[in-house]
Nanobody
Framework: QLQASGGGLVQAGGSLRLSCATS????????MGWFRQLPGKEREFVAG????????RSVDSAKGRFTISRDNAKNLVLLQMNSLKPEDTAVYYC????????????????????WGQGTEVTVSS
């Protein structure tokens, strides 16, 4: 199970840190990703991290502002979001993909088998 938290209302330029807690399976066997979705739109990849944390990927709009990290000992994946913009407003989801690869970071939502319930982020202008 994945449990996302940390969303909220923040002014433009502010920061939020999203957390995704996992349980039930060895966390270090999974690549993790964060996606976001607006009503009526497709889920969009934001950032991802390999099973041991050695590789990360992020969408261009997040580079330099968002940082994904993980703590395998605590079964946590974090998304630190700085310099938030109104266009970052969305529901954010964490996702997990079982993998044997230590470098794989999937960016397509269909590659992830497990999803959290989402946490809402609203950035006011």
């Amino acid at each position: 199970q994945l449990q996302a938290s940390g969303g909220g209302l923040v002014q433009a330029g502010g920061s939020l840190r999203l957390s995704c807690a996992t349980s039930g399976r060895p966390f270090s066997n999974f690549a993790m990703g964060w996606f976001r979705q607006l009503p009526g739109k497709e889920r969009e990849f934001v950032a991802g991290i390999s099973r041991r944390g050695g590789s990360t990927r992020s969408v261009d709009s997040a580079k330099g502002r968002f940082t994904i990290s993980r703590d395998n000992a605590k079964n946590l994946v974090l998304l630190q979001m700085n310099s938030l913009k109104p266009e970052d407003t969305a529901v954010y989801y964490c996702a997990a993909k079982f993998t044997f690869s230590t470098i794989e970071v999937p960016i397509r939502s269909e590659n992830y088998a497990y999803w959290g319930q989402g946490t809402e982020v609203t950035v006011s202008s």
